[in-house]
């Protein structure tokens, strides 16, 4: 019912900035939890950051915070992650999903879904 695609992605040295977008159709995502998560080859998926559609709280992981920034656009159905100062480390597919289980600040991919294709985020040292 809900359709979620990333834009944004590609490669970018370390230091450099990138802004991916995530724009859903099919249902509001008012009301919505949304999460940004990535997995880099090998890994399991990780919680990157969260974004509450009704109370507008963020949550970023320590691995990003002061770096990532996580902002929505109710009208547009859209929410983008701006990321700064960029490591070779953020090099992952980058996933934005909706929440429909667990509490208010869940950061477990469990408790998310309707998972969009990913964009992937390059970062050269």
């Known amino acids: 019912q809900v359709q979620l695609v990333e834009s944004g992605g590609g490669l970018v040295q370390a230091g450099g900035s990138l802004r991916l977008s995530c724009t859903a159709s099919?249902?509001?995502?008012?009301?919505?939890?949304l999460g940004w998560f990535r997995r880099a080859p090998g890994k399991e998926r990780e919680f990157v950051a969260r974004i509450g559609w009704s109370n507008a709280m963020t949550y970023y992981s320590d691995s990003v915070k002061g770096r990532f920034t996580y902002s929505r656009n109710n009208a547009k159905n859209t929410v983008y992650l701006q990321m700064n100062s960029l490591k070779p480390e953020d090099t992952a597919v980058y996933y934005c999903a909706v929440q429909f289980s667990g509490g208010a600040t869940s950061t477990q991919a469990r408790d998310f879904g309707s998972w969009g294709q990913g964009t992937q985020v390059t970062v050269s040292t």
């Open positions: 099919g249902r509001s995502l008012i009301n919505y939890n």
